[in-house]
Every structure is written in C-alpha cells, then in structure tokens.
C-alpha cells in the first residue's frame, strides 16, 4: 500500500531534550516536507527536500533540523525543543512539486 | 516571498446550498493551486487543483476558478452534503521554481442537515 509513515504519532517531552520524528514513504518520491499546524495559523512549512542529500528552509525552519540520507526517510529533528513547538506536524512527500501526500500526523507536546 | 489568504475562516451553510470559499496570492509567478481538505482527526487530502493556464476546473460538486489578472482563485462546492464538513486549505507555489507550498490559514465549512 502506498503511504506515508510517521513516527511517533504521539509524544509529550521535556524542554531542551533532544527529539527526532521519522518519516518514511514507499511511493519513491523525490520531494518530501515538513509542516506544523497550529489553530488558525494553517499549515507552515518547516524544510523541503527536492531529492537526496539536497534540503531547503521553508517558513518557519528556527529550532529544527532536518536530513535526506536516502530517499525514502526525512527525518525531523528538534536538537532543544521548547514549548513553542509544541504542535501537530505532517510529513508529505510528492512526485514533482504539485499533488502532495500527507502523513498521519505526530502530536507533539513539549513541557 | 509569496503569501496567501483565505476567507472566510468559518462558513455554515445548509445541506444542498453551495458553499464558495476565496483566496488570494501575492506573487504573480504562482501557477499552481491546490486546494486540499481536512477531517477532523484526519490528515490533509488534495481535492483539486488548477494551474495558472487554465481558468476553471470541475470534478463532480466542486470546482476551481482562477483569476490571475487579480491573482485570486476560488473553491465552489454544490449541493452540499454533512460530509463535505472539513477545514478547507488553498495554497500556491511556483512548480518549475521548486518553491515552498504557501497554505493559507484554512476556512472551517460546517454543513447542516
């Protein structure tokens, strides 16, 4: 089945300690991306990647880091969370730069 | 850098009446024009979308109008029905450029029976 993963799809933290969220797709896309969705801001995007080894900043890239050491995975990371990251956070991957497939989402609450 | 907004945020409507949600973009190089939508609990899903060569686009009970000389572009649902409730986003971004995706900030469609 052709889908996006992401993992944790949940998680409560502590301020400062370090996180990673992963995202995986099996559809071999070239293009994946970050979001954070907060109550009537939308969805803003944190990094792109147009394909291996190539990432670039979208809206609102401050307090987070990502990779594309393959295909497949675009990891999210938060090196110091704080509770200002505290959001809900889709992964999506597409083919070219149009129809986008979003993950289900992880719910991420720091304290 | 481009920027997008929506309106209204919140719309109610009855079952069968159409529900008409607008947006418009700041950069004139946009081409592409998704609009995806949103359940509760759920992750954003594509409905449709335009690009910048076409004006208008239909799939069933919805369709997409763009106006690129005012640089705004609508979504039209008909006969609406409880299960078109949802958030509704519109977005732009210039393909060829590999520009991020711009959402704007959603519009909450509450359809009664």
């Known amino acids: 089945e052709a889908q996006v993963t992401q993992n944790p799809r949940y998680l409560i933290t502590v301020t400062g300690k370090k996180l990673t969220v992963t995202c995986s797709q099996n559809m071999n896309h070239e293009y994946m991306s970050w979001y954070r969705q907060d109550p009537g801001l939308g969805l803003r995007q944190i990094y792109y990647?147009?394909?291996?080894?190539?990432?670039d900043k979208g809206d609102v890239p401050e307090g987070y880091k990502v990779s594309r050491k393959e295909k497949r995975n675009f990891p999210l990371i938060l090196e110091s969370p704080s509770p200002n990251q505290t959001s809900l956070y889709f992964c999506?991957?597409?083919?070219?730069?149009?129809?986008?497939?979003f993950g289900p989402g992880t719910r991420l609450t720091v304290l | 850098g481009e920027n997008v907004e929506q309106h209204p945020s919140t719309l109610s409507v009855q079952e069968g009446d159409s529900a008409v949600i607008k947006c418009t973009y700041s950069d004139s190089a946009s081409n592409y024009f998704p609009w995806y939508k949103q359940e509760l609990g759920k992750r954003p899903q594509l409905i449709i979308d335009?690009?910048?060569?076409?004006g208008e686009k239909k799939d069933q009970r919805i369709a997409v109008t763009l106006n690129k000389t005012a640089k705004h572009f609508s979504l039209h649902i008909t006969e609406t029905q409880p299960e078109d409730s949802a958030v509704y986003f519109c977005?732009?971004?210039?393909?060829?450029?590999?520009?991020?995706?711009?959402f704007g900030k959603g519009t909450t469609l509450s359809v009664s029976s």
């Open positions: 335009i690009r910048s060569n076409v």
């Open positions: 977005a732009a971004s210039i393909i060829q450029a590999g520009t991020a995706l711009i």
């Open positions: 999506a991957s597409s083919f070219g730069l149009d129809e986008q497939f």
């Open positions: 990647s147009m394909n291996v080894e190539v990432t």
